[in-house]
Nanobody, 121 residues
Framework: QVMLVESGGGLVQAGGSLRLSCTAT????????VGWHRQPPGQQRELVAR???????NYADSVKGRFTISRDNAKNTVYLQMNSLKPEDTAVYYC???????????????WGQGTQVTVSS
């Protein structure tokens, strides 16, 4: 069974750092583009950062210069390094894979369960 598992969230003071991980488990052959999204309390989910299978990245304006997305294909893992965190970064963070190729099928638009990030002022 394929799963996307996020980890690394928690409580941090403003100005601090966290690194989120998104790991695909199962008989994974490849993972296409992956995005980190977040949903602040009472707000809509928004795209924070995205990385292609080839490593190209793009970021929301609100996190440029503070967040870095990267991937380790050998570990089927995508990371989100978050520095200089602000209270407005508080949200549930989700990773999303455009597609995941396994030994038996291709799964499209796959989401993890989310991890809470809380930044105190």
């Amino acid at each position: 069974q394929v799963m996307l598992v996020e980890s690394g969230g928690g409580l941090v003071q403003a100005g601090g750092s966290l690194r989120l991980s998104c790991t695909a488990t199962g008989s994974i052959l490849s993972i296409n583009d992956v995005g980190w999204h977040r949903q602040p309390p009472g707000q809509q989910r928004e795209l924070v950062a995205r990385i292609t299978s080839g490593g190209r990245t793009n970021y929301a304006d609100s996190v440029k210069g503070r967040f870095t997305i990267s991937r380790d294909n050998a570990k089927n893992t995508v990371y989100l390094q978050m520095n200089s965190l602000k209270p407005e970064d508080t949200a549930v963070y989700y990773c999303n894979a455009d597609s995941i190729v396994t030994s038996t099928l291709v799964i499209y638009d796959y989401w993890g369960q989310g991890t809470q990030v809380t930044v105190s002022s």
